[in-house]
């Protein structure tokens, strides 16, 4: 049932026919999970019992390698697929990344995150391999840790267990619950935690992976830190497909954070200066409150022109609507040069001159290129005199 629907998927049929009558291929993890309770996988991921080259080789196409780990990903008809040698992994300390050695299929599924993703199919042929409690959990919709110490070996996987509840509608098995509890999720660099914060922010539902992370353990979150922020759907809808939708998300969770606490939390998690700064700005008020408060089109133009968009949705309201929607495409149709052109004197009152012709455009009391000009000129000439 799993590869013949595995066949259905972009890229399936052609790993089907690569793997061929290869015993040593497995498909595993997500994937089977996905298949078993009727979801779409988002990506391929099979395990190899030996080495990947044989099967590389086959499936054809560029393959990005990470030899540390003895993984591979191929992109295959628009289809990430992911491959691994079957292996188990040790770790020197906890939170450490794993040291890696080769192994049987059935002992790289005891080294899995939860008992759910411990599921392997072999393509060849319809044999089954799975964690004990693996398939009851996946019916039953449960998650699971395989062994008491899985959070102290990776404490990311209080994340990923608090995205499948969120993505999958699963209840976290109370005895995995109290481990997650008691979990240190700052036991790693802080780089990991960001990958798992923004893979949690594209989820369909972030608010909710953060609401299951602060059930597990909240001190995986910042102080001040609000897992379902008011407004959120206004703003998403009014910024809509052209920003960063992920990024305004984590800004309205963190409003309530200290900046100072929020600017060392996003450098910790390894955010780009770009994005750290635009959750900076749309997480303050710095923009909300003259927008909420501009009387006219200019005051709204004025308060929202040097703004992130998301920092103007985050602002929500009449006004940053209408900036969003209409003013922000407001342009003049002169230029400096046209000023100076027509006599005006070099100098920042050119500047000003534009900006006072802007604003009355905005306000709807000039148009045009001629109107926008005689405005204009006439405040330069005035600031000169």
Same mark, same amino acid.
């Given at each position: 049932?799993?590869?013949?629907?595995?066949?259905?998927?972009?890229?399936?049929?052609?790993?089907?026919?690569?793997?061929?009558?290869?015993?040593?291929?497995?498909?595993?993890?997500?994937?089977?999970?996905?298949?078993?309770?009727?979801?779409?996988?988002?990506?391929?991921?099979?395990?190899?019992?030996?080495?990947?080259?044989?099967?590389?080789?086959?499936?054809?196409?560029?393959?990005?390698?990470?030899?540390?780990?003895?993984?591979?990903?191929?992109?295959?008809?628009?289809?990430?697929?992911?491959?691994?040698?079957?292996?188990?992994?040790?770790?020197?300390?906890?939170?450490?990344?794993?040291?890696?050695?080769?192994?049987?299929?059935?002992?790289?599924?005891?080294?899995?995150?939860?008992?759910? *993703?411990?599921?392997?199919?072999?393509?060849?042929?319809?044999?089954?391999?799975?964690?004990?409690?693996?398939?009851?959990?996946?019916?039953?919709?449960?998650?699971?840790?395989?062994?008491?110490?899985?959070?102290?070996?990776?404490?990311?996987?209080?994340?990923?267990?608090?995205? &499948?509840?969120?993505?999958?509608?699963?209840?976290?098995?109370?005895?995995?619950?109290?481990?997650?509890?008691?979990?240190?999720?700052?036991?790693?660099?802080?780089?990991?935690?960001? *990958?798992?914060?923004?893979?949690?922010?594209?989820?369909?539902?972030?608010?909710?992976?953060?609401?299951?992370?602060?059930?597990? *353990?909240?001190?995986?979150?910042?102080?001040?830190?609000?897992?379902?922020?008011?407004?959120?759907?206004?703003?998403?809808?009014?910024?809509?497909?052209?920003?960063?939708?992920?990024?305004?998300?984590?800004?309205?969770?963190?409003?309530?954070?200290?900046?100072?606490?929020?600017?060392?939390?996003?450098? &910790?998690?390894?955010?780009?200066?770009?994005?750290?700064?635009?959750?900076?700005?749309?997480?303050?008020?710095?923009?909300?409150?003259?927008?909420?408060?501009?009387?006219?089109?200019?005051?709204?133009?004025?308060?929202?022109?040097?703004?992130?968009?998301?920092?103007?949705?985050?602002?929500?309201?009449?006004?940053?609507?209408?900036?969003?929607?209409?003013?922000?495409?407001?342009?003049?149709?002169?230029?400096?040069?046209?000023?100076?052109?027509?006599?005006?004197?070099?100098?920042?009152?050119?500047?000003?001159?534009?900006?006072?012709?802007?604003?009355?455009?905005? *306000?709807?009391?000039?148009?045009?290129?001629?109107?926008?000009?005689?405005?204009?000129?006439?405040?330069?000439?005035?600031?000169?005199?």
């Amino acid at each position: 049932m799993v590869v013949a629907k595995l066949a259905e998927l972009p890229g399936g049929q052609a790993v089907i026919d690569a793997v061929g009558g290869d015993e040593s291929v497995w498909l595993v993890g997500g994937a089977v999970r996905d298949l078993m309770i009727g979801r779409t996988p988002t990506e391929i991921d099979l395990v190899v019992e030996g080495p990947l080259d044989p099967l590389l080789a086959r499936l054809g196409g560029e393959a990005e390698r990470f030899e540390r780990f003895g993984t591979a990903t191929v992109n295959l008809e628009g289809v990430r697929v992911d491959l691994a040698c079957a292996r188990t992994e040790s770790y020197a300390q906890p939170g450490a990344l794993p040291d890696v050695a080769a192994a049987s299929i059935d002992e790289d599924l005891g080294r899995r995150d939860f008992t759910i *993703n411990a599921i392997a199919v072999r393509i060849s042929d319809p044999v089954v391999k799975a964690d004990p409690a693996a398939l009851a959990d996946l019916q039953s919709g449960t998650i699971r840790v395989l062994h008491e110490s899985s959070f102290l070996d990776d404490p990311t996987r209080l994340w990923r267990g608090a995205r &499948y509840s969120a993505r999958l509608g699963f209840s976290v098995d109370p005895q995995t619950a109290a481990l997650a509890a008691a979990a240190t999720p700052g036991a790693v660099s802080g780089e990991r935690i960001g *990958n798992e914060l923004i893979l949690s922010l594209l989820e369909p539902q972030p608010t909710a992976v953060f609401r299951a992370v602060e059930g597990l *353990n909240p001190g995986a979150l910042p102080e001040g830190f609000c897992v379902a922020p008011p407004q959120l759907e206004e703003a998403l809808e009014l910024l809509g497909d052209e920003g960063r939708g992920d990024l305004l998300t984590l800004a309205a969770c963190c409003k309530g954070v200290e900046l100072d606490l929020l600017t060392r939390w996003l450098d &910790y998690l390894g955010f780009s200066a770009h994005d750290r700064e635009l959750v900076l700005v749309a997480s303050r008020w710095v923009t909300g409150a003259p927008l909420r408060s501009a009387k006219s089109r200019a005051a709204i133009a004025a308060a929202a022109r040097s703004a992130p968009l998301e920092a103007v949705a985050l602002a929500g309201g009449d006004n940053a609507a209408l900036w969003l929607d209409e003013l922000r495409y407001v342009q003049l149709e002169i230029s400096g040069d046209d000023l100076l052109t027509a006599g005006a004197e070099p100098g920042p009152a050119i500047g000003d001159a534009l900006e006072h012709a802007l604003a009355l455009t905005l *306000n709807g009391e000039v148009a045009g290129r001629e109107q926008q000009l005689g405005v204009a000129l006439a405040h330069a000439r005035e600031a000169a005199q």
